[in-house]
């Protein structure tokens, strides 16, 4: 099973500034990953897939990047609407599929 | 537009099971693959297995092997996930979703989540 580490747990960042999130998997997973948000009480909400293509809808301020084990989640110019817990999932070897533990962004 | 609606709330003794289910709107019921997935508190995500909405062929995560079952109906497009010998680890929110074109690994649509609780 691919295990998918994220990092930091916490992020803290004021609005208006940059957020940079890192997920590594434990092998490679060429560029099957996606990146959700997640607020409480609501279902998680995909951002980008295939690494680095943004899901319909999704503000351009929202970046992906890294393929193999390495992978970043920018997001530019931080909103108040976008703090919220950030996870990570491998879709490329499967079963299970895989998620990361989540990055949690705080209003610093 | 695509929704997923799930069934509500759940209380369950530890050794019963439960069903939750989830319907689907706004595609062609059969067309995607259906997937299950839940979050105990303070855990990551953990996938639990998938559903060929057209095939109605399973997959299961190995961990929830012999435990699980994930059927579907087509007449009243909806998936059903069933958990048996539940214990308190199994308290957790169970969602449901859908994956995005070319039987793609991601998630787009989600059900908004079923509370499980286990407890005596």
């Known amino acids: 099973e691919i295990v998918m580490t994220q990092s930091p747990a916490t992020l803290s960042v004021s609005p208006g500034e940059r957020a940079t999130f890192s997920c590594r998997a434990s092998?490679?997973?060429?560029?099957?990953l996606a990146w959700y948000q997640h607020k409480p009480g609501q279902a998680p909400r995909l951002l980008i897939y295939?690494?680095?293509t943004r899901a319909t809808g999704v503000s351009a301020r929202f970046s992906g990047s890294g393929s193999g084990t390495e992978f970043t989640l920018t997001i530019s110019s931080l909103q108040s609407e976008d703090f919220a817990v950030y996870f990570c999932?491998?879709?490329?070897?499967?079963?299970?599929?895989?998620f990361g533990q989540g990055t949690k962004l705080e209003i610093k | 537009q695509v929704q997923l609606v799930q069934s509500g709330a759940e209380v369950k003794k530890p050794g019963a099971s439960v069903k939750v289910s989830c319907r689907a709107s706004?595609?062609?019921?059969?067309?995607?693959?259906l997937h299950w997935v839940r979050q105990a508190p303070g855990q990551r995500l953990e996938w639990m297995g998938w559903?060929?909405?057209?095939?109605?062929?399973?997959k299961y995560s190995q961990k929830f092997q012999g435990r699980v079952a994930i059927t579907r109906d087509t007449s009243a497009n909806t998936t059903y996930m069933e958990l048996s010998s539940l214990t308190s680890e199994d308290a957790a929110i169970y969602y449901c979703?859908?994956?995005?074109?070319?039987?793609?690994?991601?998630?787009?649509?989600w059900g908004q989540g079923t509370l499980v609780t286990v407890s005596s």
């Open positions: 979703a859908r994956v995005g074109p070319y039987s793609s690994g991601w998630y787009p649509y």
């Open positions: 706004g595609y062609t019921f059969t067309t995607y693959a």
């Open positions: 559903i060929n909405a057209g095939t109605g062929v399973t």
């Open positions: 092998q490679s997973v060429s560029s099957n």
């Open positions: 295939g690494a680095s």
């Open positions: 999932q491998q879709y490329d070897k499967w079963p299970p599929y895989s």
